[in-house]
Nanobody, 125 residues
Framework: QVHLVESGGDSVQAGGSLRISCAAS????????MVWFRQAPGKEREGVAV????????DYADSVKGRFTISRDNAKNTLYLRMDSLMPEDTAMYYC??????????????????WGQGTQVTVSS
């Protein structure tokens, strides 16, 4: 059973940086997808970034391209999201999720069966 635990959320000023983490226990697949979603109050959950396990390909939402970087430490079985040039509109609860297959499209929530509890990121202007 996969257990995902996010951490690292914080309150930061606009223009600042933050790295959030997702510790994944029980995820033993050599292929698959790990993803970050976010949900702001009153808005739908949206895909932020994906990394494909095995070949390491990544993809990003247009709104974060060039500012956010997704990565994974295989030895620690931990997923990261480095966020630079943060803007108030990045304020949201950030969730990690995992699937044992290549999720297509990667930003479809129904592709993922394992989810973390979320970590809050707040960006003030």
């Amino acid at each position: 059973q996969v257990h995902l635990v996010e951490s690292g959320g914080d309150s930061v000023q606009a223009g600042g940086s933050l790295r959030i983490s997702c510790a994944a226990s029980g995820y033993t697949h050599s292929t698959g997808s790990m993803v970050w979603f976010r949900q702001a109050p009153g808005k739908e959950r949206e895909g932020v970034a994906v990394i494909y396990i095995g070949f390491g390909g990544t993809d990003y939402a247009d709104s974060v391209k060039g500012r956010f970087t997704i990565s994974r430490d295989n030895a620690k079985n931990t997923l990261y999201l480095r966020m630079d040039s943060l803007m108030p509109e990045d304020t949201a609860m950030y969730y990690c999720a995992a699937a044992p297959w290549v999720a297509i499209p990667w930003n479809n929530q129904r592709e993922y069966k394992d989810w973390g509890q979320g970590t809050q990121v707040t960006v003030s202007s």
